[in-house]
């Protein structure tokens, strides 16, 4: 593409920020709609993420994406955010709109979006989430509009994981979510959402030693690699696995029609998948 002085930004933040593979989604759907917009990555470090929003805000960016770690501290910069980003408590997409920053939170409809593309049902069905941060939290709560049969959390810290079952259940009005200690017999689906197994660190997996149920659906919300250690294992044991680029995708497309205001058409949004998944599988 011609970059122009007419042409707009937006960037996704982070730390670490290297591995991120959203400049190639974004900037092809971009090239594929025909708009001059160009998407870049930023590395921010802890004490720089306040200078680094003003500055994005400042050049008038249309928005920027928001990732590991700083999708729940990014709130507390902003001048509002939309009641679902409000209810899962982190935010992983903003939009600059005169001078105003506006918090979203397309991560939880992104992951079943990825879903939907893979054919996978999820309707009265026991899943069981593992990690219990933003993203988890994000999954977790668009999941309950699904009406899945029961959400178990898995999680290091116990605090944390009772907190998340706790709010996912005033949002359901039912006890809908349960803390775990070990997984459960009879899991239809798995979900990882912690960042065990993402490059550098890609011998990793928040399930080494564990014994498949070939029957369980595995799923990654990690995808860079594409295929994680974790996939790999699942896959080993004959599971049907989900790779984190279909939630990546997902969340992409819906921070695009939130910064441009056009509908992305579901027949451009399967050709990226396609596209994006043969690439990344070379």
């Not at 720089?48 to 709130?75: C, M, S, W």
């Not at 903003?94 to 506006?102: A, D, S, T």
């Not at 011998?203 to 974790?230: A, E, H, M, R």
């Amino acid at each position: 593409m011609k970059i122009k002085a007419s042409t707009s930004c937006a960037a996704v933040i982070g730390h670490p920020i290297e591995h991120s593979l959203s400049p190639i989604l974004h900037n092809t759907i971009y090239r594929t709609l025909g708009l001059d917009i160009v998407y870049m990555a930023f590395d921010v470090s802890d004490d720089n993420l306040e200078r680094a929003v003003e500055g994005l805000a400042a050049l008038n960016f249309l928005g920027f994406n928001v990732t590991i770690p700083y999708k729940e501290r990014i709130i507390r910069l902003l001048d509002r955010i939309d009641p679902i980003a409000a209810g899962i408590g982190a935010v992983n997409t903003v939009k600059v709109e005169k001078g105003q920053l506006i918090g979203y939170n397309t991560d939880g409809l992104g992951f079943l979006d990825s879903l939907k593309v893979n054919n996978i049902e999820w309707h009265q069905r026991s899943i069981l989430i593992i990690g219990a941060g933003g993203s988890a939290r994000a999954i977790g709560i668009s999941l309950v509009e699904q009406e899945p049969k029961k959400i178990h959390i898995l999680n290091r810290s116990m605090e944390r994981a009772k907190q998340l079952a706790k709010d996912i259940n005033e949002f359901a009005g039912y006890n809908l979510s349960s803390v775990v200690r070990d997984i459960p017999d009879n899991i239809d689906i798995i979900v990882n959402t912690t960042p065990l197994g993402m490059w550098p660190k890609t011998n990793q997996s928040p399930l080494d030693g564990y014994n498949f149920n070939p029957q369980t659906i595995v799923c990654d919300i990690v995808y860079n690699p594409y295929k994680t250690y974790l996939l790999k294992q699942a896959e080993e044991r004959g599971c049907t696995t989900v790779k984190g680029i279909g939630m990546l995708i997902g969340q992409g497309v819906q921070a695009i029609e939130i910064w441009t205001g056009q509908e992305i058409h579901h027949s451009i949004i399967k050709s990226l998948y396609n596209e994006i998944h043969i690439s990344l599988a070379k």
